[in-house]
């Protein structure tokens, strides 16, 4: 059978002669050639199979029947599996078995759970047997014991002492058995409290401390009063059941003690039965040798240490345990007591007399140091060292005393002080320089450093720089800590008159009266005094001091209040004079009687204003600071009453004259007024050979002045001081020049020709 798998080459089936060319085609006898030679080929290989096929007869009749009973084996194995399969739909065991399995597990889950049910319930009888045990002991006096179980038993239910309730997530019995066990903490907390107030017992007749060391409350008798403690301790009431003690020690006891001073003494009292300590007295008794009131420390200090050793030794039986707990609930109220009542009260009232207040440090120190031997008060805690504390710091607590107190008189001085000054204290109008005040009122008339002049102010600020002057006398002489409190208390003091006088007079400020002129003196005042602070009393201060204490900060900002103050009276007043002067309506057709009027109780008004300034600010202000301010007011209403005239379009005749009229009345009124200026003037130049009149310190009014000699002035002699300047001189345009002009006169070719010289003259 190799032939038939083998591979023909067509050309070996060609000659060899034709196949000298392998790339030239094939002929035609050639192509029949190899078609005969392949059919002869293939007849070839067709009877060597069938040769073959023949000689393996018997082979190939055993593979075909051995195909022939596999396909029927295949057959039965089929038809056998869906006969299984039907049997197993017909009837599912797998189901069966799943149920069968979930029952198993649902009674396994049942048993368990009843199981823990009855485990539960064994422990609950357990717990509840046990709560009844505990009951049980206490009624029958077995107090340890019973505190014992309840103290175990609130680990056994899981009672926290921060627990809070949160509602539906708590199961019934646990709540139930939380609540069984708060029954019974009650009842034992009921019962250790009344064992306790039976066994110290504070007789108020007979003045004295009983302690009773065998007790019996609700029929149990014989119960040892140490037992009752330790099994407090145990189940953690031991602070509770003391706190009353605690409270009615201070009340009945220490309270008197440290209130009444040294007339209370102690006597300590016993009784025995067969040798043993059955009682406890502590008599309190009147000291024979002192009177009530007295206040001796060292012997309020040594009765407080005898109570304390009594507590020790007769109610906490020498347990430092107990001692603490009954340490921590009465000495932070006793250390107060000692403070508010003795420690505060000695503290001393001068610098000099802290160097005394040493022995008052010593004896509190002692008292503590004997506290803590006695385990009273902790040896290791700072917090416990109250006494201590206060008096290493007493410098402080002096210095913050002070302190208080510098303030405190300030703010009532600044209160109470009405601003008034009585009138013989007052400035005479006109009067000299040299005796320019009527009398030399100490609280009033003070001397300003740095511009050589008296200055009325009020009491407020003259008792305020008093007040100042002595306690920095105070800081020279003390130690740091209380020479910088006491340079604070300085300065607070006289920031308090910028922050409360300005807000309690602002009704006052906000008018034109004395008390604001006042306040602007005060300031001043206040302002010059604190420059002058550091040069008096810096080198005597401490060295440490010297770096920090710094006045002149406060120097320029109660400089600008002052400052603040005048500006405020100044447009206030400006402010009334222009209302005053609107009501002139321009000084419109003045010649009309009706306008004019109008226009004469105008000027009439300012000048009652200006004199009402006048008589209020003259006996007060500095003489310069008047001169000044007034001539500021002046210039307001002279450029006011000239600008209103020349801006007039058309005057008649006659009412150039009225003008005129009321600006001699005016400049008339106040005659007075300018009289002291030119007196105030001149003793401010007085070493000045060149004085200058008010017109040149007031150009308005100088130019007022011309105005109304204008007014009945010819076109021509107006035009001629013009031309010679004296008009500019005086203030005048040319615009206004010529309005005025045009104003006045008539138009003609005169008026045309002087208008032409007035805008060509070279002025």
Known sequence: MDVLFDTINVRDLLSAGDLSDPTSPLSAPDLRLLIQRLDSHSRGIKSQVQSYLLSHHSDFSSLFSLCSDVVSRTDDVASELGGVLQLISDRPIDVQIGEAVSEIEV???????????????????????????????????RLRFAAEEIRNLKLAVRVCDTEEKVAGREPVVYGMLKAQWHECFEEIQELFSRFVDNAVLFEQQSSRIR????????????????????????????????????????????????????????????????????EAFLRMVQSP?????????????????????????????????????????????????????ILSKVVPEDASELADFQHIIELATG?????????????????????S????????????????????????????????????????????????????????????????????????????MNMVHDTLKDVCSS?????????????????????????????????????????????????????????????????????????????????LKAEEMLQRQIQLVIFNLKEALDSADGFQNTHQMQQFESAKLSIDQVVFILEKVHIIWEPLLLPSIYH??????????????????????????????????????MLESLSDLFH?????????????????????????????????????????????????????????????IRDFIKAIFTDSPLRKECLWRIENASV
């Open 676 to 736: 002291s200026l030119n007196t105030i003037d001149q003793e401010g130049k007085s070493q000045d050979s060149s004085l200058r009149s008010l017109d040149d310190i007031m150009p308005s009014l100088h130019k007022l002045r011309k105005l109304a000699e204008l007014l009945d002035m010819p076109l021509r002699s107006i035009t001629a001081a013009w031309e010679s300047s004296e008009l500019v001189t005086c203030g005048f345009t040319l615009p206004e």
């Open 211 to 278: 302690v009773k060391y065998q007790v019996s409350v609700n029929g149990i008798a014989g119960v040892d009063f140490q037992e009752v403690l330790e099994s407090m301790e145990v189940v953690g009431l031991l602070e509770y059941g003391l706190a009353r003690v605690a409270d009615l020690m201070i009340k009945y006891v220490i309270t008197p003690v440290i209130n009444s001073g040294s007339a209370i003494a102690f006597v300590e009292e016993s009784k025995q039965e067969s040798g043993n300590l059955t």
């Open 389 to 464: 504390n206060f008096t290493e710091n007493i410098e402080v607590h002096f210095a913050s005393r002070k302190k208080r107190e510098i303030l405190g008189k300030t703010r009532k001085l600044l209160l109470s002080c009405d601003f008034s000054i009585p009138q013989e204290y007052t400035r005479k109008p006109h009067s000299p320089k040299g005796a320019e005040i009527t009398e030399d009122p100490s609280d009033h008339a003070v001397d300003l450093l740095f511009l050589s002049e008296k200055c009325l102010v009020s009491e407020a600020a003259s008792g305020l």
């Open 479 to 559: 130690s740091t800590r209380v020479a910088l409190e006491l340079y604070h208390a300085a300065r607070d003091a006289i920031l308090l008159y910028e922050a409360i006088i300005p807000v309690r007079q602002e009704r006052q400020l906000d008018s034109i009266n004395q008390v604001a002129v006042l306040v602007h003196n005060d300031f001043l005042y206040l302002a010059q005094e604190i420059l002058g602070l550091a040069f008096q009393y810096r080198p005597d201060f401490p060295n440490c001091i010297k770096e920090h204490a710094v006045f002149v900060d406060l120097a320029p900002r109660l400089h």
């Open 367 to 387: 008292l503590e140091t004997a506290l803590k031997d006695l385990r009273f008060i902790s040896s290791s805690d700072k917090k416990d060292e109250r006494l």
């Open 107 to 141: 009674k396994t889950r049942e048993a368990k759970l009843k199981k823990e049910l009855l485990e539960l319930v064994r422990i609950i009888s357990r717990l509840s047997e046990r709560f009844e045990g505990a009951r049980e002991a206490l009624r029958s006096g």
């Open 289 to 341: 040798d002192q009177k009530i009131g007295t206040v001796d420390s060292e012997m309020i200090f040594s009765k407080i240490i005898e109570v304390a050793k009594f507590i020790c030794e007769r109610i906490c039986f020498k347990n430092d345990s107990w001692i603490r707990s009954f340490g921590r609930l009465t000495w932070p109220r006793i250390s107060e007591l000692i403070i508010i009542n």
């Open 628 to 665: 000044k301010s007034m001539c500021l007011i002046l210039e307001s209403v002279f450029s006011r009453v000239t600008r209103d005239i020349l801006l007039l379009d058309d005057m008649a005749a006659e009412e150039t004259l009225q003008l005129q009229r009321l600006i001699y009345l």
